[in-house]
């Protein structure tokens, strides 16, 4: 069974930077990649990027490549996501994922376990 805790969300003004954690723990055979979802007020979760466990690949929802950036420690089983240039668009809160489907995988359904998420807020 994985287990994941998100941290670092929180109210930020436009413009700034911030960065996301998800730390992952249980076996590590449960999982090959861990994702990031979010879901905006009145929307639907969806698909923001992921990282492979194994290996440097990496995905990203088209709206927020070059902003957004994907990254991991294996050795301290953490996964970050940092955010620059941070704009109003981006509130919503912020799911970490894990799949055993590969980091090309961006259906909520084919991720298996999930964190509680994190709210992040922007606004001036």
């Known amino acids: 069974q994985v287990q994941l805790v998100e941290s670092g969300g929180g109210l930020l003004q436009p413009g700034g930077s911030l960065r996301l954690s998800c730390a992952v723990s249980?076996?590590?055979?449960?999982?090959?990649?861990i994702g990031w979802f979010r879901q905006a007020p009145g929307k639907e979760r969806e698909f923001v990027a992921a990282i492979s466990w194994f290996d440097p690949s990496t995905s990203y929802a088209d709206s927020v490549k070059g902003r957004f950036t994907i990254s991991r420690d294996s050795a301290k089983k953490m996964v970050n996501l940092q955010i620059n240039n941070l704009k109003p668009e981006v509130t919503a809160v912020y799911y970490c994922?894990?799949?055993?489907?590969?980091?090309?995988?961006?259906?909520?359904?084919?991720?298996?376990?999930w964190g509680q998420g994190t709210q992040v807020t922007v606004s001036s």
């Open positions: 994922a894990a799949t055993s489907r590969g980091a090309a995988t961006t259906k909520e359904r084919d991720y298996h376990s």
């Open positions: 249980g076996r590590t055979f449960d999982w090959n990649a």
